[in-house]
């Protein structure tokens, strides 16, 4: 590991001017292209304090050995150059998206004398028109299947095109219509490149002016009673229709645009990119890349742009672009797409109306696309037992954590303070296993505290367990401040035992404080065989009890990534009991109060009465009249309403005036007014 201030240069020799800047490993090879509109600015930012730097910058300048730029004369000039580094040295620490190649498009070989429509994957060739990616390459067979009905261009490879024209004999599709079969003279190569042409226009978008000639030719036909002919242009429109429909509209002033999403969190990032064409959907594709460097939403776009149109020229990039951040050098990538295009860009964040409402659509297609890789990556049973191992040694554990629970904390405001248990078995989530607290100690928000008082529940449970099978004695269930009471009662209720099982580590979502927390709630209890390790979510730092400095696991670790997932989760589920918790209490009224009154007797009294504020002013002998109210019950309910504070009048939403008392209510609206009070 090499020490920056090894290989810093001098002050003033960096210029003061736009660049592109390379790090090199002690071997010489490139791990990380940068540009910057100062130099001097940029450089002077890795050469500060390491424990200043993201953590993934700390790694890359002390894997690096030296450091080189060049000086260009515009930052239009630099993002060029970038570009081009990035592809010749592919650097290690320079975000990379794959699965760039593996998404079919449909191309046409304007190139060839008698241009073929095929499925091509791989590198853009010169000459050749293309129209997508499309997401699969059977989508692209159905559509061109109904377009060569109407287009009969060639589909065949040179070989069958070669042994056609030898025998004199076209294939199947020149007899039935699907192709004009230039290998054996039916049309000339110009003719045959007009359909090519014909082809290319309607998928660009522009269907209109053609579907409506098609319409013409059909009245026509039928007006001078050639009927079958007018039936064949009938169903070539029908067709043409067909293969527009497979392309639903979605943007109704036919704009030509890209449209690029992000889902990121920590470690990973997906884009997910539409292409629409003359207002309709024309390809969709997408990425998963590991977030190596320091790289916020707006570095990604960037970097999504330079992969879309670094090789890209002329219609190929869209009048339009738009995006959910704009990249920080927006002018200069302006600049340089106008250049790529020969015509001015649109590159902005779309604010209203159908583009941000097609740009939502596009963000959760990222986001599912981020689930499902992150799905089959959990799902492999290699990956899985890596990720424990290389746990197990970087806590330098005695065996892989076969079973890890992590607990997390959630509250608004120091209101509603509940925790989350997760488990994990197998590196896969046990949900039947999940479990939820309430902080019962204390009132307020402390974390540290809460984290104590629950992992002290969850683990008590464990021994109480443990005294009944006889693992446990009962002197150690005194020293652990329980006593056998509850063991007996947990006996007798028939429950399953929950907490019956110990986990090889436990997690906390948080630092120092939280892990200190739950190593002393567990030596309390007199457990010393059960790891403790927390996940600080801002730098993904892996804390120990009693370490003043943080674990580091690698930034491609496959164990660093369960334990996010781990703590992601539990953070999910304390979030989802706390929002249903402060649910249930803001819309709690006095009724609730009554210890054994269901929602059924609730009801039915509200609907006795018209509403609490009646019910209120009732008597015990007239709460006694309601069905399934008892005397018990009604002197109880009485009592819990007599305590309660009046609720304020009932007003209108509609028109805002106080709602009389004496005015007749539905029964909707008295249980929901009952309800609120």
């Given at each position: 590991?090499?020490?920056?201030?090894?290989?810093?240069p001098?002050?003033?020799q960096?210029?003061?001017?736009?660049?592109?800047?390379?790090?090199?490993?002690?071997?010489?090879?490139?791990?990380?292209?940068?540009?910057?509109k100062s130099?001097?600015?940029?450089?002077?930012?890795?050469?500060?304090?390491?424990?200043?730097?993201?953590?993934?910058?700390a790694?890359?300048?002390?894997?690096?050995?030296?450091?080189?730029?060049?000086?260009?004369s515009?930052?239009?000039?630099?993002?060029?150059l970038?570009?081009?580094w990035?592809?010749?040295?592919d650097p290690?620490?320079?975000?990379?998206?794959?699965?760039?190649k593996?998404?079919?498009?449909?191309?046409?070989?304007?190139?060839?004398?008698?241009?073929?429509?095929q499925v091509?994957r791989?590198?853009?060739?010169?000459?050749?028109?293309?129209f997508?990616?499309?997401?699969?390459a059977?989508?692209?067979?159905?559509?061109?299947?109904?377009?060569?009905?109407?287009?009969?261009?060639?589909?065949?490879?040179?070989?069958?095109?070669?042994r056609?024209?030898?025998?004199?004999?076209?294939?199947l599709?020149?007899?039935?219509?699907?192709?004009?079969?230039p290998?054996?003279?039916?049309?000339?190569?110009e003719?045959?490149?007009?359909?090519a042409?014909?082809?290319c226009?309607?998928?660009?978008?522009?269907?209109?002016?053609?579907?409506?000639?098609?319409?013409?030719?059909?009245?026509?036909?039928?007006?001078?009673?050639?009927?079958?002919?007018?039936?064949?242009?009938?169903?070539?429109?029908?067709?043409?229709?067909?293969a527009m429909?497979?392309?639903?509209?979605?943007?109704?002033?036919?704009?030509?645009?890209?449209?690029?999403?992000?889902?990121?969190?920590?470690?990973?990032?997906?884009?997910?990119?539409?292409?629409?064409?003359?207002g309709r959907?024309?390809?969709?594709?997408?990425?998963?890349?590991?977030?190596?460097?320091?790289v916020?939403?707006a570095g990604?776009v960037?970097?999504?742009?330079?992969?879309?149109?670094?090789?890209?020229?002329?219609?190929?990039?869209?009048?339009?672009?738009?995006?959910?951040?704009?990249?920080?050098?927006?002018?200069?990538?302006?600049?340089?797409?106008?250049?790529?295009?020969?015509?001015n860009?649109?590159?902005?964040?779309?604010?209203?109306?159908?583009k941000?409402?097609?740009?939502?659509?596009?963000?959760r297609?990222?986001?599912?696309s981020?689930?499902?890789?992150?799905?089959?990556r959990?799902?492999?049973?290699?990956?899985?037992?890596?990720?424990l191992?290389?746990?197990?040694?970087?806590?330098?554990?005695?065996?892989?954590?076969?079973?890890?629970?992590?607990?997390?904390?959630?509250?608004?405001?120091g209101?509603d303070?509940?925790?989350?248990?997760?488990?994990?078995?197998?590196?896969?989530?046990r949900?039947?296993?999940?479990?939820?607290?309430?902080?019962?100690?204390?009132?307020?928000?402390?974390?540290?505290?809460?984290?104590?008082?629950?992992?002290?529940?969850r683990?008590r449970?464990?021994?109480?367990?443990?005294?009944?099978?006889?693992?446990?004695?009962?002197e150690?269930?005194?020293?652990?401040?329980?006593?056998?009471?509850?063991?007996?009662?947990?006996?007798?209720?028939?429950?399953?035992?929950r907490?019956a099982?110990?986990?090889?580590l436990?997690?906390?979502?948080?630092?120092?404080?939280?892990?200190a927390?739950?190593?002393r709630?567990?030596?309390?209890?007199?457990?010393?065989d059960?790891?403790?390790?927390?996940?600080?979510?801002?730098?993904?730092?892996?804390?120990?009890?009693?370490e003043?400095?943080?674990?580091?696991?690698?930034?491609?670790?496959?164990?660093?990534?369960?334990?996010q997932?781990?703590r992601?989760?539990?953070?999910?589920?304390?979030?989802?009991?706390?929002r249903?918790k402060?649910?249930?209490?803001l819309?709690?009224?006095?009724?609730?109060?009554?210890?054994?009154?269901?929602?059924?007797?609730?009801?039915?009294?509200?609907?006795?009465?018209?509403?609490?504020?009646?019910?209120?002013?009732?008597?015990i002998?007239?709460?006694?009249?309601?069905?399934?109210?008892?005397?018990?019950?009604?002197?109880?309910?009485?009592a819990a309403l007599?305590?309660?504070?009046?609720?304020?009048p009932?007003?209108n939403?509609?028109?805002?005036?106080?709602?009389?008392?004496?005015?007749?209510?539905?029964?909707?609206a008295?249980?929901?007014?009952?309800?609120?009070?």
């Amino acid at each position: 590991m090499a020490d920056p201030s090894s290989y810093r240069p001098e002050p003033g020799q960096i210029p003061d001017s736009p660049g592109v800047y390379k790090f090199r490993d002690e071997h010489r090879r490139v791990i990380y292209v940068g540009k910057a509109k100062s130099l001097r600015q940029r450089l002077a930012s890795y050469f500060q304090d390491i424990a200043g730097l993201h953590p993934r910058t700390a790694t890359m300048v002390t894997t690096a050995a030296s450091v080189e730029w060049t000086v260009v004369s515009t930052e239009v000039e630099a993002l060029q150059l970038e570009y081009s580094w990035i592809k010749e040295f592919d650097p290690r620490f320079n975000v990379k998206y794959r699965d760039d190649k593996s998404y079919p498009s449909l191309a046409v070989t304007m190139n060839e004398q008698y241009p073929r429509v095929q499925v091509m994957r791989g590198p853009k060739k010169k000459g050749v028109r293309y129209f997508g990616p499309y997401g699969h390459a059977w989508a692209i067979r159905e559509t061109v299947d109904l377009m060569l009905r109407v287009f009969p261009v060639r589909t065949c490879s040179a070989g069958v095109f070669k042994r056609s024209a030898q025998i004199g004999r076209p294939c199947l599709l020149g007899y039935i219509g699907k192709c004009s079969a230039p290998c054996v003279g039916r049309v000339t190569p110009e003719e045959h490149r007009e359909l090519a042409e014909d082809f290319c226009d309607f998928m660009a978008g522009r269907t209109g002016t053609y579907l409506t000639r098609l319409e013409q030719q059909m009245h026509e036909a039928a007006e001078e009673m050639e009927y079958e002919k007018a039936a064949r242009l009938r169903d070539d429109i029908g067709a043409l229709r067909r293969a527009m429909e497979k392309n639903a509209v979605v943007l109704a002033d036919a704009t030509d645009a890209d449209l690029i999403a992000v889902a990121e969190d920590e470690l990973e990032a997906a884009v997910q990119i539409f292409h629409v064409r003359g207002g309709r959907v024309r390809g969709q594709r997408g990425w998963v890349t590991d977030k190596v460097e320091a790289v916020d939403t707006a570095g990604l776009v960037e970097h999504a742009l330079q992969q879309l149109y670094g090789e890209e020229k002329g219609e190929a990039v869209p009048k339009e672009v738009l995006v959910p951040v704009l990249p920080e050098d927006t002018g200069a990538l302006g600049e340089w797409l106008a250049a790529r295009r020969g015509s001015n860009v649109s590159l902005r964040v779309p604010q209203r109306g159908d583009k941000k409402a097609l740009m939502e659509t596009v963000h959760r297609n990222a986001q599912q696309s981020l689930a499902l890789h992150k799905t089959k990556r959990a799902s492999d049973l290699t990956t899985r037992s890596r990720a424990l191992e290389e746990i197990a040694e970087a806590l330098e554990l005695d065996g892989a954590p076969l079973r890890i629970e992590c607990f997390d904390i959630s509250h608004l405001q120091g209101d509603d303070v509940v925790a989350s248990m997760v488990v994990f078995e197998d590196g896969l989530a046990r949900k039947s296993e999940y479990r939820r607290f309430q902080i019962k100690s204390f009132e307020g928000q402390d974390d540290v505290r809460s984290m104590h008082e629950v992992v002290s529940r969850r683990f008590r449970r464990y021994l109480q367990e443990k005294l009944k099978t006889g693992e446990w004695s009962p002197e150690d269930a005194q020293d652990a401040g329980d006593g056998g009471s509850a063991v007996g009662a947990a006996d007798d209720d028939g429950r399953p035992k929950r907490f019956a099982y110990p986990p090889q580590l436990v997690v906390v979502d948080g630092g120092q404080p939280q892990v200190a927390a739950a190593k002393r709630a567990l030596e309390e209890l007199g457990i010393d065989d059960v790891a403790v390790c927390g996940l600080a979510k801002r730098l993904e730092e892996v804390w120990l009890p009693g370490e003043d400095d943080p674990v580091v696991l690698p930034r491609t670790s496959e164990g660093l990534y369960l334990l996010q997932r781990v703590r992601d989760e539990a953070h999910r589920f304390a979030i989802q009991y706390q929002r249903n918790k402060r649910g249930k209490r803001l819309k709690s009224g006095p009724l609730d109060e009554v210890p054994g009154l269901g929602e059924s007797r609730k009801q039915a009294l509200v609907k006795h009465f018209g509403s609490v504020k009646k019910l209120r002013q009732a008597t015990i002998d007239q709460i006694c009249e309601v069905p399934g109210i008892g005397r018990k019950t009604a002197e109880t309910v009485a009592a819990a309403l007599a305590q309660a504070p009046p609720a304020g009048p009932a007003v209108n939403t509609a028109t805002g005036e106080i709602m009389e008392d004496e005015a007749p209510a539905p029964a909707g609206a008295a249980s929901e007014r009952g309800t609120e009070q």
